[in-house]
């Protein structure tokens, strides 16, 4: 977290830590619960709920076809999360920075 007074990055206290900050600073994923994953009404995908239905995916805590069908996705989408993150890691998620990306990816 960013104290704005100072401009420094503090830590948050042991424990409470988001899943989004647990898998940008790749702290152990063991502990994704369906707790972490979003509501199934989401409608805005910001960064931190695209990282949680990934993680809970890649966990085990939900399948593939379960958030898929639970959030209203189509597989080449959550695959492109997927992609995204492994590529650039959790800034690629940006909207707008797709385009940039998906340029590196084609020259690739």
Known sequence: MR??????VTARPEGTASLADR?????????????????PNTKRWVI???????????NGVISLE?????????????????RL???HGLAGLRA????????VAKNE
Do not use: H, M
């Open 66 to 82: 379960e958030a898929c069908r639970r959030y209203k996705l189509s597989i080449e989408e959550f695959l492109s999360w997927q």
């Open 48 to 58: 931190r709920r695209k990282a949680e239905v990934v993680s809970g995916v890649r």
């Open 85 to 87: 993150i492994e590529r």
């Open 23 to 39: 898998i940008a600073y790749g702290w152990s994923p063991g502990s994704v619960t369906d707790a972490d994953l979003p509501p």
């Open 3 to 8: 104290n704005a007074s100072e401009n420094t």
């Open 96 to 103: 707008t920075r797709l385009q940039d990306y998906r340029a």
